[in-house]
């Protein structure tokens, strides 16, 4: 079983601040990690995605994450917020093993960006 | 150009009426999903499909159905909507390198 906690529900940061979004994930096996963003009335968009290659991912739009197992931890963060940046992201955890199909994700952190 | 589409964007229906909130991928994923989601919350799973024939229910209880007729087309069923029913409702492909994309979604309202 796996599951993902994402702290904060609400984080506002100024613009040209460095924006970190925390995740933390509990897995049994060696897991699958995604950061999504939705913006308001429309789907899921993938930011980026960890499955065992490199431990710092970086992604669309100027966002990385490292995974740290040792904290089993998957922050997601950028050094300099933009106002488009505004938006929910959601992080998501998947099993890595074979059958492994679905994706269990956090509540959403809602990201606020002032001018 | 691959993606995943969903219609209709938004719907306003009155209680009672039968709907079917179509979504259809051109990428060629065997794996798709409906979630539901509340304006500003989580994500919660209510139908899957592994391929063609099959279909699960998730965790979350739905009284919504669905069908796998063909790999391209997954349609979310309510044979009555209620207001409890009003929510987003968004459709999702699982690429074979796990990460899942997802359609624009369908704001679905009952009266």
């Known amino acids: 079983a796996q599951s993902v906690t994402q702290l904060g529900s609400h984080v506002s940061v100024s613009e040209g601040a460095l924006v970190l979004l925390r995740c933390n994930y509990s897995?049994?096996?060696?897991?699958?990690l995604f950061w999504y963003v939705q913006y308001p009335n429309q789907g899921l968009q993938l930011l980026l995605k960890y499955t065992s290659a490199a431990t710092l991912v970086k992604g669309i739009n100027g966002f990385e994450a490292e995974f740290k197992k040792s904290e089993t931890s998957f922050h997601l963060t950028k050094p300099s917020a933009h106002m488009s940046d505004a938006a929910e992201y959601f992080c998501?955890?998947?099993?890595?093993?074979?059958?492994?199909?679905?994706?269990?994700f956090g509540k959403g952190t809602k990201l606020s960006v002032i001018p | 150009e691959a993606d995943i589409y969903q219609t209709p964007r938004y719907l306003v229906i009155g209680t009672g009426k039968k709907i079917t909130l179509e979504c259809s991928q051109t990428m060629g994923h065997d794996k798709m999903y409906w979630y539901q989601q509340d304006p500003g919350m989580e994500l919660h799973l209510i139908h899957y499909?592994?391929?063609?024939?099959?279909?699960e229910k998730g965790d979350l209880s739905s009284e919504s159905t669905v069908s796998r007729i063909r790999t391209e087309h997954f349609p979310l069923t309510l044979e009555s909507a209620r207001p409890s029913h009003t929510s987003q409702y968004l459709c999702?492909?699982?690429?074979?390198?796990?990460?899942?994309?997802f359609g624009p979604g369908t704001r679905l309202t009952v009266l």
């Open positions: 897995s049994s096996v060696p897991p699958y």
């Open positions: 999702a492909s699982r690429h074979p390198s796990a990460e899942q994309f």
């Open positions: 998501a955890v998947s099993l890595s093993g074979a059958g492994s199909y679905q994706l269990t």
């Open positions: 499909s592994y391929g063609v024939n099959s279909t």
